[in-house]
């Protein structure tokens, strides 16, 4: 994160300001977070404070680049700033649509509160993706050519995220958590992972921030050119051309709603396609299927158990195991470049919001 140092004072409490302070500034050397101030706070740092050799050459580091990062920090969703005048302090506040974190001096005293802010993900394979995905964002915007990220991860494994959110949150600790909305449909209920947030967890509370896709899966977020490299050079039947033909035609022609809300690993039978919640969005898609014209279900909507349901076939369970493969592989510059609308805003939200809680100087950790 990029934390600015502010109100700096050290005419009382001078030991845990110090302890404090030191934390602090290694972050930076450590390439944990970005930490920056005013240049009259670094040169009261520099006369005032006695600091341990790391910190005094991160001092030295912070005062040459600080106006370069402060220049970039209207780009970040959020941003720190650490009150050296106050105690016990833990505010949230929105100033021009950026969210500030205003913490006091004494949240870290403890060397753990600066190591790097932890990635929230619903498993491993999940948290891969979103690397990707932030990989790409830097690559693909200049302007945010110096920077780096760094995240601690964690893993709620389907319906434990919330409880690990839940603790970082009430630890106030550094977290940032992506969730599926496992949402079937556009009116229907969030999936029971994701139902477990409260609406105010979507948001910066304290020291974590939850957000949701707005699409079923991240699967849905994969680049169609991607999945089209994977079943051609991959492991794959040779069917699957003709099932992601169908995927593509059924997407566009739908304005990119298809993919929003299609089960890219399973697909998608005609029974579930009916039930009353959800056909009048699923129907459709099912009108040119071979042989629908005699299924009587399609005109009542009730289904028969005919055991010879007509399904939109999916990809497979590994579908995004694979594609991540692949777009660690790939050139992360033109990725963004190729991306439809729909998919393109949840990448440049994911983008924003992960290097915003996770960006660091770019580059090794500075040795001492």
Not at 16 to 23: E, F, G, R
Not at 47 to 71: C, F, P, W
Not at 116 to 124: A, G, K, Q, R, V
Request: hydrophobic share 35%; with cysteine.
């Amino acid at each position: 994160m990029l934390i600015e140092i502010v109100n700096f004072d050290i005419s009382s409490n001078i030991e845990n300001k110090t302890i404090a302070l030191d934390n602090i500034l290694r972050s930076h050397r450590e390439r944990c977070h970005i930490v920056v101030s005013s240049r009259k706070n670094l040169k009261n740092i520099n006369g005032m404070v006695q600091l341990s050799l790391e910190a005094a050459n991160a001092l030295e580091e912070i005062h040459d680049s600080s106006r370069e990062y402060k220049t970039l920090s209207s780009k970040f969703s959020v941003i720190v700033k650490v009150d050296f005048s106050k105690e016990e302090l833990i505010s949230n506040n929105e100033i021009n649509k950026q969210s500030v974190i205003y913490i006091s001096y004494d949240y870290f005293i403890k060397s753990i509160r600066v190591q790097p802010t932890t990635l929230i993900t619903e498993n491993d394979i999940d948290h891969q993706m979103y690397e990707q995905i932030i990989q790409c964002y830097l690559k693909s915007n200049t302007s945010l050519s110096g920077l780096g990220y760094s995240f601690q991860k964690n893993c709620g494994y389907g319906s434990h995220i919330y409880k690990v959110f839940s603790d970082y949150r009430d630890d106030c600790k550094f977290a940032f958590c992506m969730v599926d909305s496992d949402k079937k449909h556009p009116n229907a209920a969030l999936g029971s992972t994701a139902g477990q947030f409260k609406k105010d967890d979507f948001g910066v509370i304290g020291t974590t921030e939850a957000r949701m896709l707005s699409v079923r899966e991240l699967e849905s977020l994969i680049p169609i050119g991607v999945l089209e490299k994977l079943i051609t050079d991959g492991d794959y039947p040779d069917t699957s051309i003709d099932i992601l033909d169908k995927i593509k035609f059924l997407d566009s022609s739908s304005n990119e709603e298809f993919r929003t809300y299609f089960d890219h690993k399973e697909g998608m039978y005609l029974k579930e396609a009916i039930k009353p919640q959800g056909k009048f969005f699923w129907k459709k898609f099912f009108r040119n299927e071979r042989g629908i014209n005699i299924k009587s279900c399609f005109k009542t909507d009730i289904c028969s158990e005919c055991d010879s349901c007509i399904k939109i076939k999916g990809l497979g369970e590994k579908t995004l195991e694979n594609s991540i493969i692949l777009l660690q592989k790939s050139n992360k510059r033109n990725i963004l470049k190729s991306l439809p609308p729909t998919i393109r805003n949840e990448w440049d939200m994911i983008g924003t919001k992960a290097i915003s809680w996770g960006c660091t100087p770019l580059g090794r950790r500075a040795r001492a």
